[in-house]
């Protein structure tokens, strides 16, 4: 087992739509569906699995619904006290009912369940109670979305449940006890300009929680605390690729954490499905940012569900989430399984999402359309026992051609060799991870891909020595590339050497006459090759004869530039106009040779 994922399958006597574990007993499945209102001959029903056998799942209640009803349509388990666990259900009310303006499509039911050895007819299930979460009387909306959030003991869930097919789009917010019972107590109420195609809730404290909820092309998050409900935020907007004109649309979404979102998107024109992991944002005026992303198999045109299961939750939503492997699960139009790893580390106060990676494809899964995916629960065992018995986290999947299928997936215990031990200290950190290993990128791509970059960096930076002439040409791109490109950097002047412009400012200080800029005449050179500059008040008896700038001829401006620039006197961007008014000595004969060698 520890090498390969095992499957078991069940086929039922009615379409199913909707699965979930109990929370308590990652062994015990619920499942539900139904032909819906009429005389079809396929009853609405709920099923209890026990899913405890890695190759065989078997029946152990189910309640039969009111044929004048709609089938199950969306499903959640809440908290378990001592033997009663209570399940909540999407049902619309009867035609007859919803045309009266009565839908009591919220339903509540309770399991009875009087031991863990209970055979099936020890176990019972009966509706607790039905109620109305929507307050807008459309006959044509039904309980298309229900989800809770994750459970801690000693600490109440928030639950949210999403119209479908209405005209006034809702999400409706309530509180579950822990006690259980079946109860439950409003939280709050959203409209919405349009439905959602998904929503989750994820638990930040003691009493605050925070919605996210996505239509096709935004992701908007909602913050729950005792006292209020805020106002949507959209956290980001899908725009279209560069060139197109159609956008992508996001079909599911799950929280990974209270800083993480993954999601599920279906790209234009049934060209393909990407998994989107999202960093929300921690101020109101920023954007949710990609930070991981995973393209499915080509052969997934559209997904239609997506199941999340963290391996190391933590205790309490006030403990910071630690070093994790998670999950992925996301189903195809093509009744494929698609399933995915993804790292979650958390370094320095920094947190961080990588490796997204497949590890298997499981294909063919149902004969129809996947309608419903989950994970069980998964708790690590606290016994350090070398000899632990195999474990797995569970995936189930439903369809509406009647069957339940379960794979359960191996785990293996991972130490973090990064952290050293200390002799005498505490042992390594552990955790668990998927036993099967994910299919990352080969180390033969990530070396080609080093190798390109290194290429690219190389010609980079060959064009820019070229472009600006500060190297030799092994390209010959410079006369081919914009002018733009091509003009000389701006030279910084060595350190304690002044530019042209400030000494012409100093000598002007000190003297009236004309200023001439000269070279040393001694022999001397600097570690450039280059005779001293001198500036100073001009006599031609000692320094010889001298030109304005506008008497020189292009060649000897030229070279002078050339020269300034050469030991960053003077650079481009200062212009010609600091020269007027300025005379200028020799450079040509001895001083002009030294000079032209040095450039």
Not at 536 to 557: C, F, I, N, R, Y
Request: aromatic content about 6%; charged content about 20%; proline content about 7%.
């Amino acid at each position: 087992m520890a090498d390969r994922i095992t499957n078991a399958k069940i086929t039922l006597s009615y379409p199913l739509y909707s699965c979930a574990f109990d929370p308590a007993d990652p062994n015990q499945l619920i499942v539900a569906g139904g032909g819906g209102a009429g005389r079809n001959g396929v009853g609405n029903k709920i099923t209890i699995l026990d899913a405890s056998n890695p190759v065989e799942i078997s029946e152990v209640a189910e309640l039969e619904l009111s044929p004048n009803e709609d089938n199950v349509t969306s499903l959640a388990v809440g908290p378990r006290k001592d033997k009663h666990l209570t399940v909540f259900a999407g049902v619309n009310s009867s035609e007859d009912d919803i045309k009266k303006g009565k839908n009591q499509h919220f339903r509540v039911f309770g399991v009875n369940q009087p031991a863990k050895s209970a055979k099936t007819s020890g176990v019972r299930i009966s509706e607790v109670a039905r109620d109305a979460l929507f307050v807008h009387k459309d006959t044509s909306a039904y309980q298309r979305l229900l989800r809770l959030s994750h459970p801690y003991e000693t600490l109440s869930q928030l639950g949210a449940a999403a119209t479908g097919l209405s005209k006034e789009p809702e999400i409706a917010l309530f509180d579950v006890p822990c006690s259980g019972g079946g109860r439950w107590k409003s939280r709050g109420r959203l409209d919405m300009p349009k439905e959602a195609m998904d929503l989750d809730v994820v638990q930040t404290g003691p009493d605050t929680y925070q919605l996210a909820y996505c239509d096709d092309h935004e992701i908007f998050t909602v913050e729950v605390s005792k006292s209020e409900v805020s106002e949507p935020k959209c956290v980001y907007t899908i725009t279209p690729d560069e060139g197109a004109t159609a956008k992508a649309s996001f079909r599911s979404l799950r929280y990974l954490t209270p800083g993480f979102l993954i999601t599920v998107v279906n790209k234009p024109n049934s060209q393909g499905v990407a998994l989107h992991g999202y960093r929300l944002p921690v101020k109101d005026q920023e954007n949710a940012r990609l930070a991981v992303y995973a393209k499915l198999p080509k052969g997934v045109s559209k997904a239609t569900g997506l199941a999340v299961r963290n391996l190391s939750p933590t205790s309490s939503p006030s403990v910071k989430q630690g070093g994790s492997q998670f999950v992925v699960a996301v189903a195809g139009n093509d009744s494929s399984i698609s399933l995915f790893t993804l790292e979650y580390q958390s370094v320095a106060s920094v947190d961080l999402l990588s490796n997204l990676a497949p590890f298997q494809i499981l294909k063919g899964v149902h004969p129809s359309n996947i309608t419903g995916l989950s994970f069980s629960s998964f708790t690590p065992p606290e016994s350090s026992s070398k000899t632990a018995p195999e474990l797995s986290v569970k995936l189930a999947s439903v369809a509406v051609g009647f069957t339940a299928v379960v794979h359960s997936i191996p785990l293996k215990k991972h130490i973090d060799k990064s952290v050293g031990e200390r002799k005498g200290g505490p042992p390594k950190p552990s955790r668990y991870v998927v036993a099967l290993k994910s299919k990352g990128e080969s180390p033969v791509t990530a070396i080609t891909l080093f190798t390109v970059v290194i290429l690219l960096l190389a010609l980079i930076g060959q064009t820019f020595i070229e472009a600006k002439d500060i190297g030799k040409p092994i390209l010959g791109i410079r006369p081919y590339l914009p002018s733009s490109w091509t003009t000389p950097l701006r030279l910084v002047p060595a350190i304690n050497e002044k530019t042209i412009k400030d000494l012409l400012s100093d000598a002007n200080t000190h003297h009236s006459q004309p200023l001439v800029i000269r070279h040393d005449e001694t022999g001397e050179v600097d570690h450039q090759g280059l005779p001293p500059l001198h500036v100073g008040v001009h006599d031609e008896e000692e320094h010889g004869p001298a030109k304005s700038w506008e008497t020189l001829d292009p060649t000897e401006q030229h070279l002078w530039k050339q020269r300034l620039k050469k030991t960053g006197h003077w650079v481009e961007g200062m212009g010609e106009s600091i020269f007027k008014g300025v005379l200028f000595g020799e450079i040509g004969g001895a001083i002009g040779n030294i000079v032209g060698e040095a450039l």
